[in-house]
């Protein structure tokens, strides 16, 4: 079992998946056994898929590795820890605040204390929100949520299924797209954070892909004098936070 797939976030068997749908919870992604063709757990996904769960069909070794309770049925949902914001929920919330918007986008973030650090910082700096994509990223889990010391609890995360295509609509939105990059053009104390803005970071491996790149008015750079030549994902957006709060003082 993956690390942020722990027992308190885990929902085991066709009933209880089933009736934490019905009751409006929150479902990240469900794993499904391959090769079920019965109609109630068409039913099941069918339905998990329409409340913006993401369905990953897998080896039932993979359930049986997972579960807690092995007796499984088939199926094991991943619960959030807390409910999904709307981006529109994000802008109404920073103009509520007479604020010009100050966002951070996750692109493909698959480590969630990384993930969750990034949260915190972002809930510490004053954003107004957080935004992460449907897939290949970590979810607002339970070790998301310990990570983020609460700050889940404050600061609105929004599930998106394109980022280039929300990067698009925030600049509609007359959003400047920042991307987070080592060979960045311009640099951290360069970058203008006082307008609305929206700052990109890239995933921990190989940074932001390119469609998300080109998707950037800038891209920036933060100065390194030591012989490592990046930071952690969740520490480079702190470093980028924390320059938008001093500029907006």
């Given amino acids: 079992m993956r690390e942020y797939e722990t027992p308190e976030n885990l929902i085991e068997g066709r ?7 019905r009751a409006g919870t929150v479902i990240d992604k469900l794993y499904v056994a391959r090769g079920g063709t019965d109609r109630t757990l068409a039913r099941l996904t069918a339905q998990a898929r329409q409340a913006g769960a993401v369905i990953s069909e897998c080896d039932r070794r993979k359930l049986d590795a997972m579960s807690e309770t092995h007796s499984h049925q088939g199926v094991i949902a991943v619960a959030a820890a807390q409910a999904y914001a709307t981006v529109a929920d994000i802008l109404r919330a920073a103009a509520e605040r007479e604020e010009p918007p100050l966002l951070v986008v996750c692109d493909e973030i698959s480590d969630p204390h990384n993930l969750g650090a990034i949260i915190r910082s972002a809930e510490c700096a004053g954003a107004h929100g957080v935004i992460i994509p449907r897939r290949r990223s970590a979810g607002l889990t339970a ?43 311009k640099s951290l104390h360069e970058a203008d954070f006082r307008s609305p803005a929206a700052i990109v970071i890239g995933s921990e491996g190989s940074g932001m892909s390119r469609l998300v790149r080109e998707g950037c008015d800038f891209l920036v750079s933060i100065p390194m004098k030591g012989r490592v030549s990046s930071l952690n994902a969740s520490a480079a957006a702190a470093v980028l936070l924390y320059e938008a709060l001093r500029q907006r003082g």
């Fill in 15 to 21: 009933n209880a998946v089933m009736e934490a749908l």
């Fill in 143 to 185: 070790v998301v949520a310990k990570t983020s010391a609460g700050a889940v609890s404050y600061l609105p995360v929004a599930r998106v299924a394109n980022i280039p295509a929300l990067l698009r609509d925030l600049q509609k939105e007359g959003l400047w797209i920042f991307g987070a990059a080592a060979e960045g053009d």
